[in-house]
């Protein structure tokens, strides 16, 4: 019991000078991960460098709660690639294998069609309604690196926003509580 | 503090120096304790009788400034204590996380040290059929042989190689037209030589009307995808595929 207390007391008997070098190192710490993700958005020329697959469509290649990292370059799109996209009115983007391509001569336009490894049909159901190609602007990025389970943590964190709570608080109090 | 901790310590009779609460070793003991870094000089003398051991902190509290001293003392080395456990498995956790990391970045540098020697070879048995269908696409199906030997792309890192093959092509409209014919999964180095008799299992349709005695490569794509870390691709372009000049 009386370890409540103590810690009042403890946090009561803090100084002005540990508090402040306490924000300060919060401060970095947020800060820090900003820098790093901005940087690599700058890095890799997409808007998000790495996400976290959400759904089995590409099993047993990327499965749920693995991290892919993106990158965008000029480069053209060609069949074989897996691209990250958006279809208009979806939220969630997606990750699939490019299968057929067909680029324009003369304005450099592609189309795109694309499948999940795992799907018995290609997208155009996913797609828009009508849509039957993706173009450019609907690609994100393509998909460069690969990294397994790590994403699960994110899921966990989204789909039980309690767990969330529980940590930063636990980090916000460790933070707090520890000295030099 | 150093002087208060040492007494303490003494005192309680060691450990962490956090007051274990009731030890008995410290009957009748005489402790000094001189308390010199903020100017307070105190002089604690304790003498114990067997009950009073109990906390030890009661008796010490009574001496006035003393008082905040030892509460200040058992606040840190509770502290101590915490930190120390939380420290350790922040350091242990680091580390392991650490190493994890540098494995996974070796293993997938060490996929650079592997240079693939793959064959394919593709034969197109039989034009299925061949029509234009009512919106004016070319649309064909054919059959194919297919026969590839992608065992030397497996290394320790290899999860799976994605393995296609794409007929591509040029017309008047497009720079590029590639579609992908038939793909597969090859899960292991066992499954990587392999022959299939197969039509094409996505439809090959035209953007347009060009696919009359159009000219077409077929290409073999593969994909191979990592346990941990880079992807890698590569190609076969087997040339010289031909369509028939008339609808059949």
């Known amino acids: 019991m009386g370890w409540i207390g103590e810690s009042v007391d403890s946090i009561k008997s803090l100084q002005i000078r540990q508090v402040l070098t306490q924000a300060v190192s919060l401060g970095m710490i947020v800060t820090s991960a900003l820098i790093i993700w901005k940087a690599l958005m700058c890095i890799t020329g997409s808007e998000s460098p790495v996400v976290v697959v959400l759904s089995g469509s590409m099993e047993p290649g990327f499965k749920r709660g693995d991290i892919l990292f993106l990158h965008m370059s000029k480069d053209p799109i060609r069949a074989g690639e897996i691209v990250v996209f958006n279809v208009d009115g979806r939220e969630i983007p997606i990750v699939h294998r490019v299968i057929k391509v067909h680029e324009r001569q003369d304005t450099g336009e592609v189309d795109v069609l694309t499948k999940g490894d795992n799907n018995y049909g290609d997208d155009r159901l996913l797609y828009a309604h009508g849509q039957l190609w993706l173009q450019r602007h609907h690609i994100m990025g393509r ?30 109090l460790l933070v707090i509580t520890s000295k030099d | 503090m150093d002087y208060i901790n040492k007494a303490l310590e003494g005192y309680s009779g060691g450990g962490c120096g956090c007051w274990g609460g009731g030890r008995g070793d410290g009957v009748g003991v005489t402790s000094e ?14 003498d114990e009788e067997d009950d009073m051991v109990s906390t030890g902190l009661e008796e010490v509290q009574n001496e006035g400034t003393i008082e905040y001293r030892v509460a200040e003392q058992w606040r840190r080395c509770n502290q101590r204590k915490m930190h120390s456990y939380g420290y350790r498995a922040n ?7 650490t190493i994890l990391a540098v494995m996974c970045a070796m293993a997938s540098l060490s996929d650079n040290l592997n240079s693939p020697s793959p064959t394919a070879h593709v034969q197109v048995t039989h034009i299925n059929w061949f029509q234009k269908q009512p919106n004016g696409h070319d649309e064909v199906s054919v059959t194919m042989n297919i026969s590839a030997d992608l065992q030397s792309l497996f290394t320790w890192n290899t999860k799976q190689v994605f393995v296609f093959l794409a007929a591509e092509y040029e017309t008047h409209q497009n720079s590029v037209n590639q579609i992908s014919l038939w793909d597969g999964i090859i899960p292991s180095k066992d499954h990587a030589k392999f022959w299939i008799h197969t039509s094409n299992k996505y439809r090959f349709i035209d953007q347009g009307n060009n696919l009359r005695g159009k000219e077409f490569n077929l290409t073999m794509h593969w994909h191979v995808m990592p346990k941990t870390g880079k992807m890698f691709a590569d190609k076969i372009v087997m040339p010289g595929y031909r369509l028939p000049e008339e609808y059949r």
């Open chain 1, 143 to 172: 998909a460069v690196g690969f990294l397994p389970y790590v994403g699960w943590v994110t899921i966990i964190m989204t789909e039980k926003p309690i767990i969330k709570y529980i940590l930063i608080g636990a980090l916000g």
């Open chain 2, 33 to 46: 304790v001189e308390v010199g870094e903020e100017g307070v000089e105190g002089r604690v003398v304790v």
């Open chain 2, 91 to 97: 350091a242990l956790l680091t580390f392991a996380l």
